[in-house]
């Protein structure tokens, strides 16, 4: 039978792991963007290891790490409470994880398209290097903002195999509709599966469509060109 | 009185060159810095304003000292005072002309100064106008008024006209020239025209491989 829980709980995960992400990267694709650290290489090979990875292994390591019965895992409970095994904040955390290079990249090459001498303008003009990102930098990048969102939000969705090793298949609580799919699947209930699949399709067409097409709307909306 | 020590290793594409300049400024003056490209002349600039940190260096502005390497005082290019206009028009496309205007005002300051400026450029009527739709003339007249706006100390013209034509060129040194003396500004243009640098300076100076080789008249120095 078809359930609702698994599309509320995907949604909720994509939109999470977005915002967080969205957070998380600004900074992060800032300094990849700008910084002149030597050992950068390491750090952007560190963030694209999600990538290449089969998720069957960081799903096996995020895995581990969160068990209770290993250092992280028991920290966490113990100072806060806080089991990311079988869980939907572990599902987050994974996916938060599994997904950076999706959003940082496209950041990334964001800062990195904003000529230098705009920056040089803003500090000349006395702008500290907060006011340069927020009036400056992130204003004429939106285009990079909204593909990284965009690409978080949709690798998220269609996320399974992180999902399965760290989240399991609980119901309400870590089944997404990938899981539920796979689920329906090992039960025989192909009409089932069919038709998550079938929204999980065209859902997934109507968002890239939709991006794509502002993307190509060049006037209002995101560039100013 | 502006005093200039400056020492930097630069990497380009002719090899290493070592700048080395050691000069002095009296306030209000317009200095024209000549060269060919390669020479160093972006650098100095860069350094005066903070973007660029010499290996060694001293620079004193009217008795406030800036950058003095060997007791560790280096200023932020926000701290130094100063107005500075690049060879790219670099307004920003989010604002409009009058949004860019005022990002550059401090926030406590007199709002009138914006309509006077814009006065000043003859731009009032394109005040809300994104900067992509003006001219390269139009828009490095904003960047200039931008760049007066904080009544600078020191104004630093980074090769400001070298991108448009010469009808536009004509109408923009006169503008500069305006601006240097309505605001008694002390002015630092650096540009490999010999004939905007005379139009533009009081004193030259031309960096060649790194040091300055001649420090007088732009006259002198291009008729000799």
Known sequence: MLETAPFYLTVKLALLTTMILFVLSIPLGYWLAFSRFRVKFMVEALVSLPLVLPPTVLGFYLLLAFSPENALGKFLDNYFDLRLVFTFPGLVVASVIYSLPFMVQPLKSGFASIPKAWLDAAYTMGKSRRVTLRRVLLPNMKNAMLTGAVLTFAHTVGEFGVILMVGGNIPEETRVISVAIYNEVEAMNYAVANTYSLILVGFSFLVLMVTYFINHQKNSLLSYD | ?224
């Open chain 2, 1 to 224: 009185m502006i005093d200039i020590k400056l020492r930097k290793k630069l990497t380009g594409a002719g090899g290493d060159i070592q700048l080395q300049v050691d000069c002095q400024m009296q306030s209000g003056e317009i200095v024209g810095i000549y060269g060919p490209s390669g020479a160093g002349k972006s650098s100095i600039l860069r350094m005066l304003a903070g973007l660029m940190v010499p290996d060694e260096g001293v620079i004193e502005v009217g008795g406030q000292v800036w950058l003095d390497t060997a007791n560790g005082i280096n200023l932020r290019p926000q701290h130094r005072n100063i107005g500075m206009v690049f060879q790219e028009y670099s307004l920003f496309p989010n604002m409009t002309v009058l949004e860019n205007l005022e990002f550059a005002l401090e926030k406590r300051k007199d709002k009138s100064l914006l309509r006077e400026m814009l006065e000043i450029i003859g731009m009032q009527e394109l005040a809300n106008q994104r900067p992509q739709l003006l001219s390269g003339g139009q828009k490095q007249r904003v960047a200039l008024a931008r760049a007066m706006l904080r009544q600078p100390k020191l104004l630093l013209l980074d090769e400001p006209l070298s991108a448009l034509d010469r009808e536009m060129r004509k109408n923009l040194q006169e503008y500069i020239l305006r601006f240097h003396r309505d605001f008694q500004l002390t002015t630092l243009v650096v540009s490999h025209d010999a004939a905007e640098i005379t139009r533009l300076s009081e004193r030259l100076w031309v960096l060649e491989n790194g040091s300055f080789v001649y420090d007088g008249e732009p006259n002198l120095y291009f008729t000799k």
